[in-house]
């Protein structure tokens, strides 16, 4: 009888609507055999490779390499897209096994002797093989990565290094599942009427609906979840209330107990410093930024530095303004961090005449969905229709067929757009499938992309409409860039496909795509009243534009002290106290009392659940001067969809992947390399 274990082939063979997943034939206790069984497959095509008698050629080894562990790529993207949008206890405690071993598989590959030789020898024959571009692109990102991994490294060592990868991504997994069990485990249930003073009706519905879904009909419940928490604290008139919501806000991670992040982040710090010194680099912050558009940790924080001192010069000015509403009010009390978003909504309403809650009418989630994929026609070409009768891994989540000019697919698209206790907060685009021209089981042309947007917006009460903040509006637009980088990808190899570029890169797409929100054309035409469908007057539609720097030195304090704070940490040694750090940091700085970093490190997922943005979270703002720059190149001509433009940008940016250099690409769409001054002049930091 053969011992290989029982595996649900629905993991792997994916023959649902348009090649999707069933996802509704898949239990979680199938995952671990899958796994088990994918890791092993994976093993024997390595060997197969490693082992190839032949002499080493780019089809036999890095092509070969590139098609491999198929069915491990299909289990996880599987497992992960559920780990992070719909988890449960089951699927944490796989979690907590499946990423050390997932971390020691690789780690094996990555110091396999004879496949690196194979590698190795291609590389140093590389300007002899006659290859492309993007094949030189892919074997350089192989060399690099193996060579990352401790491919030169004496045994000892490589043994020290896999241990160490195991071991983070091991408190990677645990950083992240303590973050969100504390963001579940904690809610202000509301009965009495009183304590709601100032919420407009929008906030007091999400409020009601999530006191439901924990059980308190009836009553409502401000959460953690950025869509409740952040108008609750930007309305509520209740100060003592908003104090104690922000202060739990701002607590996640450091709550003491099984889900305290602290003695998580000491051991990453110490293990990514080992990590960098035993591959030859002074720190991690310099390991990281080696393959990227900013290449040093000097480049990196003379950015940072150079818009900290004009945000924060601001921030005072608009701190200043807020003591004197304080003090106007009868107050006595200085500006706090909860009452920043209060007061200074206040002014905004005062300066600019409209609130947020005037707004939000007109911002239907639908509606604005219906933006995306109109800025995406007129830009690109592409509809979606939506599927209404297959499933998702949630009902909540939407299915869409993404199509060409010609009604030819190019990709399928999911959107998950409400919060829920199982899903982590934030926003993200991932894919079940990245594209790529390869033949893969015997299919000729490769693999079409699977791409999904993961949002938290607050789920409106049975019968309501899900309506949006601008800033949540914003956020559907960024994600759905990232996902028209995954979906428009036209490249023959899947390591360089879509969002497989530079960390400080990949920001481009998506903030880039933000712009397109507030084309005063979209905006008219898709910002309606939800009630009446009118357009949005405009006057308020002048008013929202007139209104775009506003709180500009709150907005980038939050952010550039975050981004500070991730580099020192990852340019010093072992830290024994990293909260001292910070502390240290933040002081040296001079943040104001009245802010907080907008990622507290016990809770800056983006850094410590997982090593996505460690050392990387300037890449924001890096991509921010990238994408101030080439809008400007729309503006410039006088039409913000100008299609030869367009079409520029598709091929050039959006469809090339990481299949070349990033600056080449950005020259070749804009002509030159931008400077910081239209990001500046954008935020309305200019000097």
Request: glycine residues 8%; charged residues 25%; contains cysteine.
């Amino acid at each position: 009888m053969s011992s290989k274990p029982l595996v649900n082939t629905a993991l792997v063979e994916w023959t649902g609507h348009q090649g999707l997943p069933h996802f509704n034939l898949v239990v979680d206790s199938d995952f671990g055999p899958a796994f088990d069984a994918a890791l092993a497959l994976h093993d024997g095509e390595i060997d197969q490779i490693a082992g190839n008698p032949e002499a080493p050629t780019f089809a036999n080894t890095i092509v070969a390499l590139e098609i491999a562990g198929d069915e491990l790529s299909r289990v996880s993207a599987l497992f992960w897209n559920k780990a992070g949008a719909h988890t449960n206890e089951v699927i944490q405690a796989l979690e907590r096994e499946i990423a050390p071993k997932m971390s020691r598989h690789y780690s094996k590959i990555g110091m396999n002797v004879a496949l690196f030789a194979r590698i190795d020898a291609l590389w140093e024959a590389k300007d002899t093989l006659g290859l492309t571009l993007e094949q030189s692109r892919v074997l350089e990102r192989h060399w690099k990565g193996f060579v990352r991994s401790g491919a030169k490294l004496a045994k000892p060592e490589q043994e020290r290094l896999a241990k160490i990868n195991e071991t983070l991504a091991g408190l990677g997994a645990s950083f992240g599942q303590n973050v969100l069990a504390d963001e579940k485990g904690w809610a202000l249930v509301l009965s009495d009427e009183a304590d709601l003073a100032g919420l407009p009706g929008f906030v007091t519905e999400a409020m009601a609906a999530a006191a439901t879904e924990r059980g308190d009909a009836g009553k409502y419940a401000v959460t953690l979840s950025r869509s409740i928490i952040e108008p609750f604290l930007t309305f509520s008139e209740r100060r003592n209330l908003r104090e104690q919501a922000f202060e739990a806000w701002v607590a996640r991670g450091r709550n003491g107990g099984a889900t305290d992040n602290r003695e998580i982040i000491a051991q990453t710090l110490a293990l990514r410093f080992e990590k960098a010194t035993l591959l030859g680099y002074a720190n991690y912050a310099e390991l990281k930024l080696d393959n990227t558009m900013a290449k040093t940790p000097e480049a990196v924080n003379e950015l940072l530095t150079t818009v900290w001192g004009k945000a924060v010069a601001r921030a005072r000015e608009e701190e200043g303004d807020i003591a004197a509403l304080i003090s106007a009010g009868g107050g006595n009390h200085d500006v706090m961090p909860w009452d920043w978003r209060f007061y200074s909504e206040k002014i905004r309403t005062e300066r600019f005449d409209f609130s947020e809650a005037e707004l939000k009418p007109y911002l239907q989630l639908d509606k604005i969905i219906d933006a995306c994929f109109d800025v995406a026609n007129r830009l690109f070409g592409l509809h979606a229709v939506e599927i209404y009768d297959t499933p998702a891994y949630h009902p909540d989540v939407r299915v869409f067929e993404i199509r060409d000019r010609s009604n030819a697919l190019v990709a399928m698209f999911l959107g998950d757009y409400f919060a829920r206790p199982s899903k982590r907060s934030g926003a993200w685009m991932s894919a079940f499938q990245s594209q790529h021209k390869l033949p893969l089981k015997n299919e000729a042309l490769g693999e079409r992309p699977i791409i999904y947007n993961v949002c938290n917006f607050a789920k409106p009460a049975e019968g309501k409409p899900a309506l949006l903040s601008m800033g949540d509006a914003f956020t559907l637009f960024h994600e759905f860039g990232h996902a028209l980088h995954g979906m428009l990808s036209d490249v023959t190899y899947p390591s360089v496909a879509g969002t497989g570029v530079s960390r400080d890169f990949v920001e481009l797409p998506s903030q880039l795509y933000e712009h397109w929100l507030t084309v005063p054309e979209i905006l008219k035409q898709y910002a309606v009243h939800y009630q009446t469908g009118e357009p949005m007057p405009q006057a308020l539609l002048d008013k929202v534009l007139a209104a775009r720097t506003f709180n500009a030195g709150f907005n980038t304090v939050e952010f550039t002290s975050s981004a500070l704070v991730d580099m020192a940490f990852h340019t010093r040694g072992p830290v024994e106290d990293p909260m001292a750090v910070q502390a240290e940091v933040l002081e040296a700085l001079g943040m104001p009392k009245s802010m907080v970093m907008r990622h507290a490190s016990p809770h800056f997922q983006h850094v410590f659940a997982g090593d996505g943005y460690s050392a990387g979270y300037y890449s924001y703002m890096w991509s921010e001067v990238l994408d101030a720059d080439a809008f400007a190149a729309f503006q410039e001509t006088g039409d913000a969809f100008n299609p030869d433009l367009a079409e520029k940008l598709r091929a050039n940016i959006y469809s090339v992947g990481g299949s070349i250099d990033p600056e080449d690409a950005y020259r070749a769409f804009r002509g030159k390399l931008p400077s910081p001054d239209a990001m500046l002049a954008q935020k309305g930091l200019a000097a």
